[in-house]
Protein backbone atom coordinates (compact mmCIF):
# COMPACT_ATOMS: atom_id res chain seq x y z
CA UNK A 1 0.00 0.00 0.00
CA UNK A 2 2.69 2.21 0.38
CA UNK A 3 4.12 2.42 -2.86
CA UNK A 4 0.32 2.71 -4.39
CA UNK A 5 0.19 6.36 -1.99
CA UNK A 6 3.30 6.80 -2.72
CA UNK A 7 2.50 6.30 -7.15
CA UNK A 8 -0.85 8.61 -6.49
CA UNK A 9 0.98 11.80 -4.81
CA UNK A 10 2.01 12.55 -8.12
CA UNK A 11 -0.87 14.61 -9.70
CA UNK A 12 -0.19 13.73 -13.02
CA UNK A 13 0.15 9.78 -11.90
CA UNK A 14 -3.76 11.00 -10.55
CA UNK A 15 -4.56 11.87 -13.86
CA UNK A 16 -3.07 9.69 -15.67
CA UNK A 17 -5.49 6.78 -13.30
CA UNK A 18 -8.24 8.56 -13.76
CA UNK A 19 -7.66 8.43 -17.72
CA UNK A 20 -7.47 4.46 -17.17
CA UNK A 21 -10.28 4.35 -15.18
CA UNK A 22 -12.17 5.86 -18.13
CA UNK A 23 -10.88 3.79 -20.62
CA UNK A 24 -9.74 0.29 -20.40
CA UNK A 25 -6.90 0.10 -22.54
CA UNK A 26 -4.97 2.97 -23.72
CA UNK A 27 -2.25 3.12 -25.97
CA UNK A 28 1.04 5.26 -23.79
CA UNK A 29 0.63 7.87 -26.76
CA UNK A 30 -3.09 8.44 -26.16
CA UNK A 31 -2.21 8.53 -22.42
CA UNK A 32 0.76 11.11 -23.10
CA UNK A 33 -1.78 13.30 -24.82
CA UNK A 34 -2.84 16.01 -22.70
CA UNK A 35 0.26 16.26 -21.31
CA UNK A 36 3.18 19.19 -21.62
CA UNK A 37 6.07 16.74 -21.67
CA UNK A 38 7.71 14.20 -23.52
CA UNK A 39 6.87 11.28 -24.29
CA UNK A 40 9.96 9.17 -22.01
CA UNK A 41 8.81 11.55 -18.88
CA UNK A 42 5.27 10.31 -19.50
CA UNK A 43 6.80 6.77 -19.40
CA UNK A 44 8.38 7.42 -16.17
CA UNK A 45 5.14 8.09 -14.71
CA UNK A 46 3.61 4.71 -16.06
CA UNK A 47 7.05 2.74 -14.90
CA UNK A 48 6.02 4.24 -11.20
CA UNK A 49 2.77 2.73 -11.79
CA UNK A 50 3.35 -0.34 -12.79
CA UNK A 51 5.70 -0.68 -9.73
CA UNK A 52 3.02 0.15 -7.60
CA UNK A 53 0.67 -2.45 -9.38
CA UNK A 54 -1.67 0.03 -10.84
CA UNK A 55 -1.04 -1.00 -14.03
CA UNK A 56 -0.37 -3.22 -16.62
CA UNK A 57 1.30 -2.55 -19.82
CA UNK A 58 1.54 -5.05 -22.71
CA UNK A 59 3.04 -4.30 -26.54
CA UNK A 60 0.65 -4.83 -28.89
CA UNK A 61 2.72 -4.92 -31.97
CA UNK A 62 5.09 -1.61 -31.66
CA UNK A 63 2.27 -0.26 -29.39
CA UNK A 64 2.13 0.20 -25.66
CA UNK A 65 -1.16 -0.40 -24.23
CA UNK A 66 -1.76 -0.05 -20.11
CA UNK A 67 -4.94 -1.10 -18.60
CA UNK A 68 -5.80 -0.17 -14.76
CA UNK A 69 -5.36 -3.22 -12.19
CA UNK A 70 -7.72 -1.74 -9.57
CA UNK A 71 -6.74 -4.36 -6.87
CA UNK A 72 -4.60 -1.62 -4.89
CA UNK A 73 -7.35 1.35 -5.35
CA UNK A 74 -9.40 -1.39 -3.71
CA UNK A 75 -6.66 -1.92 -0.69
CA UNK A 76 -6.46 1.70 -0.42
CA UNK A 77 -9.91 2.89 -0.41
CA UNK A 78 -10.91 -0.21 2.15
CA UNK A 79 -8.07 1.00 4.26
CA UNK A 80 -8.96 5.02 4.46
CA UNK A 81 -13.07 3.28 4.59
CA UNK A 82 -11.67 2.20 7.78
CA UNK A 83 -10.66 5.32 9.08
CA UNK A 84 -13.35 7.05 8.32
CA UNK A 85 -16.14 4.46 10.09
CA UNK A 86 -13.18 5.39 13.37
CA UNK A 87 -13.33 9.30 12.61
CA UNK A 88 -17.79 9.13 12.27
CA UNK A 89 -17.57 7.23 15.63
CA UNK A 90 -15.51 10.07 17.18
CA UNK A 91 -17.21 12.95 15.98
CA UNK A 92 -20.29 11.81 16.86
CA UNK A 93 -19.39 10.75 20.68
CA UNK A 94 -17.97 14.12 20.70
CA UNK A 95 -21.29 15.44 19.54
CA UNK A 96 -23.59 13.17 21.74
CA UNK A 97 -20.91 14.93 24.64
CA UNK A 98 -21.88 18.47 23.88
CA UNK A 99 -25.18 17.69 23.79
CA UNK A 100 -25.10 16.14 27.18
CA UNK A 101 -23.19 19.02 28.22
CA UNK A 102 -25.49 21.91 26.95
CA UNK A 103 -29.15 22.61 28.24
CA UNK A 104 -31.94 22.46 25.93
CA UNK A 105 -31.52 25.86 24.85
CA UNK A 106 -28.03 25.91 24.46
CA UNK A 107 -27.54 23.48 22.06
CA UNK A 108 -24.77 24.23 19.56
CA UNK A 109 -26.18 24.77 15.39
CA UNK A 110 -23.10 24.59 13.03
CA UNK A 111 -24.87 26.29 10.69
CA UNK A 112 -25.38 29.36 13.04
CA UNK A 113 -22.14 29.03 14.15
CA UNK A 114 -22.77 29.65 17.81
Known sequence: ???TFAALADPTRRAIVQRLAERSDVSVGELAEPFDM???A???HLRVLE???LLRQEKDG???RCRLEPEPLR???DWIAHYQRFWTRQ?????DFLESQSGPDET???EEGS
Not at 91 to 95: I, K, P, T
Open 62 to 64: RVR
Open 108 to 110: FHP
Open 91 to 95: LDALA
Open 38 to 40: SLP
Open 1 to 3: MDR
Open 75 to 77: QAH
Open 51 to 53: RAG
Open 42 to 44: VSK
